[in-house]
């Protein structure tokens, strides 16, 4: 696979996330983007994805509603261009609807993995501050034994000098 960070990669990886989504992508792929390392940038590509969607569906509704304009001012034709225009709208509003629900449980899914990666990266590191603590209070109650010794030891050493 190319590099990613360029823009063909960025291309490259667009491309894959589209796939992913289709249920297009090979196993490789499909993991690829669920490592760590890509969580960020994969759920980037689904929002700026999404957003496209709302945008391209918006201008094709407002597109949509100047030909029902258009088809209205036109009184011989008209109800039959408005028929056919309804028509071919309402199967790629459908399709375009299909797509971004499929678009939304993948967005859900991506943030889902990485709340589940950063939760578990959390308490991996909340264990390891808290052995680390454990490991300080033991070693400061070694210090704290030795220096009750040492004043013993000095306390006998001067009770034996006078």
Known sequence: MS???TSSGA??????VVRDIR????????????????H????????????????????????????????LKDRQ?????????????????AAALAFRQRVLVREREAK?????????RNEAEAASKRDARQSLLATLDDLR??????????LQAGGRAA
């Open 112 to 120: 889902r993995i990485r709340t589940e990666h950063n939760r578990g």
């Open 23 to 38: 249920g297009q992508a090979t196993e490789a792929e499909a993991r690829m983007l669920r490592l760590p390392a890509n």
């Open 77 to 93: 034709g008209g109800r039959l261009r408005w028929a056919d225009e309804r028509a071919a709208y309402e199967t790629w509003h």
């Open 40 to 71: 960020g940038r994969w759920i980037e590509e689904i929002t700026a994805l999404r957003e496209r969607i709302d945008a391209q569906i918006a201008e094709r509704r407002a597109a949509y509603n100047a030909q029902l304009a258009d088809c």
């Open 11 to 16: 291309e490259v990886f667009r491309e894959i």
């Open 145 to 154: 034994d030795r220096v009750e010794q040492l004043e013993k030891a000095q």
């Open 3 to 5: 590099d990613i960070t």
